[in-house]
């Protein structure tokens, strides 16, 4: 029997999820289990859930942790893959009881507001016994401590550490330490509102700092993620711990809401990775400056692109001057831009004539990089405004200005926050592999000026209209993986844009194996002709954007080796009247020519939520397409009409006229 589309119901919960075997009516060939699997194969599955839980964004480690005291008990081969990773993380782990036991989805706004505020019930959850009785010092090698609630005192984790006997313990192989403080403004803030009085002493979060540098001396790899509330005072709360451990780190990922204090002017030259994340760009200016030619990983969020080159430098000794900085050895560059605050017109003007007017005094100075939004914005008003000849008199002797554009929305921006300097220092990449530019507010064709594009293998770009211009794609014959995401707007001038953008992005050559198209226009976007589709050695294609299913058989015809295939928020073609029933469909699908259109696809991940949808409309497309792709193995559908699904139309697939292949469809999984 089939498995239950990976939901874990065993095929029991019939509402939700249901299955059908590619062996109904034959015997299924059998198939591989946990026990049977080769070794390696269970420990990479392993890894991966293993590696899902990301250090920088709250996970719940503990729930990690039993999940993985689960697998060790389903097999031998499970417990010996699993034994490792259940020593290998040393977890501290706070929650707040009152709220953690509430069904937060039966709650209103307000309820969970007030449940927020009840006395806190802590309890800290942790392993540490276990890996005392079984002696495991050696194998720990990680250690976090995080909250899962309100913001931490630090006497209140340090009087936990010291009653779990940390101290009392040797740790000689722990090399990463992970703090995550979260922080529930709604509580913490109101809480600080009276004033310094309220604020947690310096002196806590020096006792708590060290504490960790005598407890696990040998840590060098720092995740901190401290998303402070108003009682913690202008600087991070663990400053003292990075200023005192630097010497000794490698890798560091901080992420804050604000900078925190590091102590010297130029960061150590042995820190290989580094990720740096701040809630405001304006602390960005306060960071040390960084020796690049060591970094191997960059990541860089919420920054201004004036500072960008600025703040690194060629060894510790040389922090100043001009000219060329050499990131020697880095493959990987993340960088997420700080995007300003655009002025848009508004009021009683006409909507189509203000964007056209807004429009070119935008693109004026992106050009000329100069232009502030407070003259911009008064330049639209005044290109906007009739002739100035003719006031009219509203009867009371005022005289009353009839312009159409009756207010503008400001939002005061520094174009020094937005505009890459080109006459400063310029960096060179000679091994660089993986490039991800999120929210880029320029043309990024200019920032690709300093990138060797032939050799990179990864490229992510998300960006607005701007960032797009110009962009060229076919120089990137390395390039095996690309994420393209379009934030488009409400613009007229857009919706030609949105085509051309598609069929850009669908011309690269055939090495590229993975492709991700996101657009947020709800304009449609036509497909390009099938013989501009380039991009003939795709293996994974994700579509979210206004495309049409009727586009669908062509390019489908032109990825012969497509694997893969998730497409949302695509438009849904009408189909005839006849097709409006089942056995209607049935007729149409037997009298059309169902000559495959692909013959390598094996998952088809299809959304059906569009505003076009109906049950007619939903059924038709997806039926028109499953019929026609013979090697298909997985359809997974996300839809409000999957009861209705199953309970009319699953009958179709024993017509095997229909779907002579549909033996080979291993799983159905919907749900609503």
């Known amino acids: 029997m089939a498995s239950c589309g990976g939901c874990g119901c065993g095929g029991k919960n019939k509402s939700k999820c249901k299955s059908t075997d590619a062996g109904r009516g034959a015997e299924a060939p059998r198939r591989a289990s946990l026990q049977t699997l ?51 993380r040393l977890i501290f782990e706070r929650y707040n009881l009152a709220v953690e036991d509430l069904d937060r989805a039966s709650l209103t706004h307000d309820e969970l507001r007030a449940a927020k505020k009840l006395p806190p019930d802590i309890r800290w959850l942790s392993n540490m016994r276990t890996v005392v009785e079984e002696r495991g010092f050696d194998a720990v090698a990680e250690v976090v401590i995080s909250t899962c609630d309100r913001y931490p005192g630090p006497e209140d984790v340090l009087a936990m550490l010291k009653q779990f006997g940390v101290d009392q313990h040797r740790w000689p192989n722990v090399r990463v330490l992970c703090v995550n403080n979260k922080s529930d403004y709604e509580v913490d803030d109101k809480e600080g509102e009276d004033g310094a009085a309220d604020w947690i002493p310096e002196e806590a979060f020096t006792a708590l700092a060290r504490f960790l540098l005598d407890a696990f001396p ?5 995740w901190m993620d401290d998303n402070r509330c108003r009682r913690v005072g202008p600087r991070n709360a663990l400053s003292s711990y990075i200023a005192d451990h630097l010497a000794k780190l490698t890798r560091m990922h901080l992420r804050f809401s604000y900078m925190p204090a590091f102590g010297v002017k130029v960061l150590p030259a042995h820190i290989t990775n580094l990720t740096l994340s701040v809630h405001s760009a304006y602390d960005y200016v306060d960071i040390p400056r960084i020796v690049a030619p060591t970094l191997v990983t960059l990541t860089l969020s919420a920054i201004p692109l004036n500072y960008l080159w600025d703040r690194f430098c060629n060894s510790a000794s ?49 050009a000329a990089g100069s232009m502030s939004a407070a003259a ?67 043309r990024v064709r200019d920032f690709l000026r300093d990138i060797p594009v032939a050799q990179l293998q990864t490229l992510r770009i998300s960006g607005d209209l701007v960032a797009f211009k110009g962009l060229r794609l076919r120089g990137l014959t390395a390039l095996h993986s690309c994420t393209l995401t379009y934030f488009s707007g409400y613009r007229r001038r857009e919706w030609p844009h949105g085509s051309r953008f598609m069929a850009k992005v669908l011309a690269q050559g055939p090495h590229l194996r993975n492709l991700s198209v996101t657009t947020c226009s709800e304009h449609p976007m036509a497909l390009p002709p099938s013989d501009h589709v380039l991009c003939t050695g795709l293996r994974r294609l994700s579509i979210t954007a206004q495309v049409s299913y009727a586009d669908l058989p062509p390019l489908l015809r032109r990825l012969p080796h497509l694997e893969f295939l998730d497409l949302q928020r695509a438009l849904l073609a009408k189909p005839p009247p006849q097709a409006r029933t089942p056995d209607g469909l049935a007729q149409l699908l037997l009298a059309t020519d169902m000559q495959p259109i692909s013959t390598s696809l094996i998952e088809f991940v299809p959304d059906v939520l569009g505003r076009d949808a109906t049950e007619e409309t939903v059924f038709y497309n997806i039926f028109m397409l499953i019929a026609r792709i013979p090697s298909l193995r997985v359809l997974k559908i996300y839809s409000f009409y999957s009861a209705q699904f199953f309970r009319e139309l699953l009958p179709l697939f024993k017509i095997h006229q229909l779907f002579p292949h549909i033996r080979h469809l291993a799983t159905l999984e919907c749900s609503d």
Request: proline share 7%.
């Open 38 to 88: 080769p070794r390696q194969i269970v420990d990479r599955i392993l890894a991966r859930c293993y590696q899902s839980q990301l250090m920088a964004f709250h996970p719940k480690f503990y729930k990690t942790y039993r999940s993985f005291r689960e697998y060790a008990q389903v097999c031998s081969n499970m417990r010996a893959a699993a034994l490792p990773y259940l020593r290998r």
């Open 218 to 222: 040998s840590v060098d790899s720092l």
């Open 318 to 366: 040389n922090s100043g001057g001009g000219g060329v900085v050499e990131f020697t050895r880095l493959e990987r560059l993340d960088l997420t831009f700080h995007v300003p605050y655009r002025s848009i017109p508004s009021g009683k003007a006409d909507d189509s004539a203000a964007s056209s007017v807004w429009d070119k005094f935008q693109d004026r100075e992106a």
């Open 376 to 442: 911009a914005a008064a330049a639209a008003a005044a290109a906007l405004a009739p002739p100035a000849a003719a006031p009219a008199d509203d009867g009371s002797g005022a005289q009353k200005d009839r312009s159409r554009l009756k207010t503008v929305s400001i939002k005061e921006r520094s174009p020094k926050y937005s505009v890459l300097r080109t006459d400063g220092r310029r960096p060179r990449f000679p091994r660089l592999r993986h490039l991800l530019l999120n929210l880029y507010p320029g």
